[in-house]
């Protein structure tokens, strides 16, 4: 499967512990994002890495909330003394960017790492 | 900013019934619009989208969106649903921002 993968699928944690996921984006894709989910809602949008430059990051994303994309291929996502409200799915999704500098417009997501904080 | 709202949370139908989902966003400028879905079990993926041109947009699956500047809506729409269109349906905009805004989904049950 080439598509966008997640690590690990599921992780459950205690309140408090760092928790680190990990996101390998469609190789060719440039542009790499993170979105959170919850119950009843659609994603929202925490950041995106254009290469390995942060470009963006939603509000959302407390002090506790760190990504990286070292090297422009595969990024993490950590979140340091969870709380029980950082209960969701973390979805990655990738896209490349046309030349000329059109986008596609395309996400592709994995799967999902879904997080339960007790 | 951008907003997605979608009218229906959860929407049960029969097979073969019509099927149509709202979809209103609220932005001034230039959108691209997309329909998500997420089968059971699945990852999001792409249903169809709209940049410009021919309003009516034909996707995957038989599903087809019209997109009415004048009323902001990107309603999507499908003829005839089988069983296993039973999903979660997302609207998203992106706004020339590259990244996108979803809305809080509906969920088609599509009874046999």
């Known amino acids: 499967d080439t598509g966008v993968s997640q690590d690990p699928r599921h992780k459950i944690t205690k309140r408090g512990q760092n928790v680190t996921f990990r996101c390998d984006p469609i190789?060719?894709?440039?542009?790499l994002y993170w979105y959170r989910q919850t119950l009843g809602q659609g994603p929202e949008f925490l950041t995106y890495f254009q290469n390995e430059a942060q470009l963006e990051k939603s509000r959302l994303l407390s002090d506790r909330f760190s990504a990286e994309r070292p090297k422009g291929s595969f990024s993490t996502l950590e979140i340091q003394r969870t709380e029980q409200g950082d209960s969701a799915m973390y979805l990655c999704?990738?896209?490349?960017?046309?030349?000329?500098?059109?986008?596609?417009?395309?996400?592709?997501f994995g799967e999902g790492s879904r997080l339960t904080v007790l | 900013a951008q907003s997605v709202s979608q009218h229906n949370h959860h929407v049960i139908l029969s097979e073969a019934a019509s099927l149509e989902l709202g979809c209103n966003y609220s932005y001034g400028g230039t959108v691209n619009l997309f329909w998500y879905v997420q089968y059971p079990g699945q990852h999001l993926q792409l249903l169809l989208k709209?940049?410009?041109?021919?309003?009516l947009v034909k996707g995957i699956k038989g599903f087809e969106a019209e997109f009415i500047k004048s009323k902001f809506s990107f309603n999507l729409r499908k003829p005839s649903v089988q069983w296993s269109d039973t999903a979660e349906y997302f609207c998203?905009?992106?706004?020339?921002?590259?990244?996108?805004?979803f809305g809080a989904g509906t969920t088609v049950t599509v009874r046999a």
């Open positions: 998203a905009t992106e706004g020339g921002d590259y990244k996108l805004s």
């Open positions: 709209y940049f410009s041109g021919d309003p």
């Open positions: 190789s060719e894709h440039n542009r």
């Open positions: 999704a990738s896209s490349s960017r046309r030349g000329g500098g059109s986008n596609t417009g395309e996400l592709f």
